[in-house]
């Protein structure tokens, strides 16, 4: 009896031919590379999402506006523009405000300490009102911490107390020579702790903007 010889066949069709290890390899490092791309774009675009909520933050924290106006000042009444800022910040965190002692504007000027800059710098046509014009209010702030640093002979702990206390307070406790353990007043020595970390605050954060550099 002649015996038929069946050539033994896969169970579901004929196997497919396996690729060479080179051609394995190609493909693995082809799926490694589009692997670490997409690992890289997904860490810049994290990277940038985190940096614009950080500059976000930092803006409401710490803002600054009408940086313009700043620069001219400082320029003119040889004032650092940190320090300018600072004290906005500290004073009205650059909102036009009117305190209930009467005080306005962006650096928080008194009708009486306006009249009293009006006279110094030879003005004579002051208006109230004319305090909520950001450009004009950091020209009479200006003015005047110019002429408090002058005053206490370039200490400016000396300088921000008194804009917040008042010169007369500020000569009772030593003048010119006073240092910030010397501020009697709790909520004026706050103050000018405020003012004094700010201003290094926006050395920092606003360098470019502030002209410091």
């Known amino acids: 009896m002649a015996y038929t010889r069946y050539r033994t066949m896969p169970l579901f069709g004929r196997r497919p031919k396996r690729g060479t290890k ?3 390899r190609r493909r693995r490092r082809r799926l490694l590379v589009g692997g670490l791309a997409l690992l890289a774009g997904a860490f810049v675009a994290l990277r940038l999402s985190v940096d614009d ?3 976000t933050l930092k803006e409401l924290t710490l803002p600054l506006k009408h940086e313009d106006v700043i620069r001219q000042q400082a320029n003119r009444r040889d004032l650092d523009a ?12 650059f909102e036009d405000r009117t305190s209930n002692a009467g005080a ?3 650096m928080q000027i008194t009708p009486e300490t306006a009249e009293f800059i009006e006279k110094e710098s030879g003005g004579s046509t002051f208006q109230f009102e004319d305090l909520a014009d950001p450009d004009l209010n950091v020209r009479y702030g200006t003015f005047y911490l110019r002429y408090l640093i002058d005053r206490y002979h370039g200490n400016e702990i000396a300088a921000i107390a008194a804009y917040n206390a008042g010169p007369t307070q500020v000569d009772k406790w030593g ?6 353990e010397d501020i009697a007043f709790d909520e004026t ?3 000018v702790e405020i003012v004094v970390a700010k201003r290094d605050d926006y050395r920092n954060r606003y360098e470019k903007e502030l002209g410091l550099r």
């Open 175 to 180: 003048g010119a020579e006073i240092e910030f």
């Open 104 to 106: 306005r504007g962006l």
């Open 53 to 55: 909520v950080n500059d």
């Open 22 to 24: 080179p051609a394995r």
């Open 189 to 191: 020595r706050h103050y």
């Open 82 to 93: 940190a320090l300018i800022a600072a004290m906005i910040y500290q004073e009205s965190k």
